[in-house]
């Protein structure tokens, strides 16, 4: 009797295997699961999941849900637990001079022009080329994916080699290459510049990563013709064109002497705004001039932190969102701002546009959040593929650390987001299905490595500022950090 009983139990016991093994087998294996976090997904209807889950298969998020949902439905070898943390899309960077992270601190406290002609000019005469431009674009990726930023729209020269740098580490980029009405380190004129870009956008057609741009300075250092050619190529090309508009009093006092129009109407005269262009700066418009930008489809990076640092002005972003001009979030070159840390560049956006206005409804915390994210990704034409949390959409996700003391207590969400959390509280960065970082450390690149090849760099740089003055002390500093 005894041994029927022991034979009873272990049929019993395979069975039950057996049966736990085929609920096993109806799982769908997927590549990661990200489950018991606080989800904010900025879709169309703000959807919260205070304890959820999102499954990754590839490159692309395919189900959102509460954890329970997802453990029942999906499997994986990959599972991130994220409790006590939050998990939303990753920031849209949507104005960069990335390689200018070489000049970070070098010309702070003047005027714009000032900044420009003096310094930045020179500085990038003398030292911009290929090799310091890969040195800059890494530095810079390290400090964004850091601080939560996962996709990037750069302007700049050189920017095949800035591609590379974001292919190497698996970072998501808008890549563009500048014209203007001067020979730049790259190329002697506008013409050799555009065939520097045509052979870009061949060599990155249908690249997962990376898109091809193209951008002209601005309405002063560039003559209508060079724009309207501009425009001619990225149209043919279907390139966004990224340009410096109405950025400061000085410019719009400049065109008007010049063609008694704001730059804007300037620019629609020469036929060049459209839903393909970003204005950067966006500081000086009229009501006529944001008015403009709704009816054309064109889209503004705002960048508050370096219009603040230059006294550039505060643009009217509470005005163009409610005139329905698209407005997205940038940080500008560390030149001028002097970080790239878009959740500080978040709650400044959120903190001027209150000040600015004596409102301090203006720019609600939700509303600051869907411009760093899917603003940004409309405003790039990319409001399909990124941008918010969405079953079939790319997975580029960022997980915040919620359990510290400047995210206590929380009671909401968005709040602690553009008011609470800092750059530094971003954990875990997933781009494209792919975690770039880890545990707040970087996967695809050695960052003690790249901070003292800059740091090497940044003494040439300084010693051959203090050759031309005397009383500036950078080299003396730098030798310190060796």
């Not at 096993?24 to 889950?53: C, F, H, M, Q, W």
């Not at 956008?201 to 060079?226: F, Q, R, W």
């Not at 309207?228 to 990224?242: D, M, P, Q, S």
């Amino acid at each position: 009797m005894k041994k029927k009983l022991v034979l009873l139990g272990i049929v019993s016991l395979t069975i039950l295997g057996c049966q736990q093994n085929n609920k096993k087998l109806n799982l769908k294996e997927v590549n990661t699961i990200i489950t018991n976090g606080i989800i904010v997904t900025v879709d169309s209807a703000s959807s919260l999941y205070p304890d959820g889950a999102i499954a990754i298969d590839g490159d692309k998020i395919i189900a959102i849900g509460t954890s329970a949902e997802i453990s029942n439905k999906y499997q994986s070898q990959n599972v991130i637990d994220a409790k006590g943390k939050i998990v939303m899309p990753g920031m849209v960077n949507c104005h960069t001079h990335l390689s200018m992270t070489l000049f970070r601190g070098l010309a702070d406290d003047l005027q714009l022009q000032d900044w420009l002609t003096k310094y930045i000019f020179p500085a990038e005469a003398d030292f911009m080329n290929e090799e310091a431009v890969e040195l800059g674009s890494q530095l810079a990726m390290i400090e964004m994916i850091h601080s939560g930023t996962t996709t990037f729209n750069d302007m700049y020269f050189y920017e095949d080699k800035v591609a590379q740098v974001a292919k190497k580490i698996g970072m998501r980029g808008v890549v563009s290459e500048s014209l203007i009405d001067l020979p730049v380190p790259n190329s002697k004129n506008s013409d050799e510049g555009i065939a520097y870009i045509r052979k870009m956008v061949g060599k990155y057609k249908n690249d997962s990563l990376i898109t091809v741009g193209l951008a002209v300075h601005s309405p002063y250092t560039c003559g209508p013709e060079l724009i309207k050619k501009a425009k001619k190529v990225a149209t043919e090309l279907k390139l966004n064109f990224h340009m410096h508009i109405a950025e400061t009093k000085w410019e719009v006092d400049t065109i008007y002497k010049l063609y008694k129009m704001t730059p804007v109407e300037y620019l629609d005269k020469l036929g060049v705004l459209d839903d393909k262009t970003i204005a950067a700066h966006g500081v000086w418009l009229t009501d006529k001039d944001i008015k403009v930008f709704a009816e054309r489809g064109v889209s503004v990076a705002h960048n508050p932190e370096c219009n603040m640092k230059l006294s550039s002005g505060a643009a009217p972003i509470t005005k163009m969102l409610s005139m329905n001009c698209n407005v997205g979030l940038g940080t500008d070159g560390v030149a001028s701002n002097n970080n790239l840390n878009m959740f500080e560049e978040l709650h400044t956006m959120a903190l001027l546009a209150k000040l600015s206005t004596g409102n301090p409804t203006s720019i609600p915390a939700e509303t600051a959040i869907r411009i760093a994210t899917i603003n940004g990704a409309k405003l790039l034409g990319k409001q399909k593929e990124i941008g918010s949390l969405e079953v079939g959409k790319k997975a580029d996700i960022i997980i915040i650390n919620a359990v510290k003391p400047n995210t206590t207590p929380l009671y909401n969400v968005y709040s602690a987001l553009v008011y609470a959390v800092n750059g530094n509280d971003v954990t875990d960065v997933m781009i494209n299905g792919k975690f770039v970082m880890r545990n707040s450390a970087l996967l695809n690149i050695n960052e003690e490595e790249v901070m003292q090849k800059v740091r090497v760099k940044a003494r040439l740089i300084a010693k051959k500022l203090k050759e031309k003055n005397p009383e500036h002390i950078f080299v003396n500093l730098l030798d310190s950090l060796q």
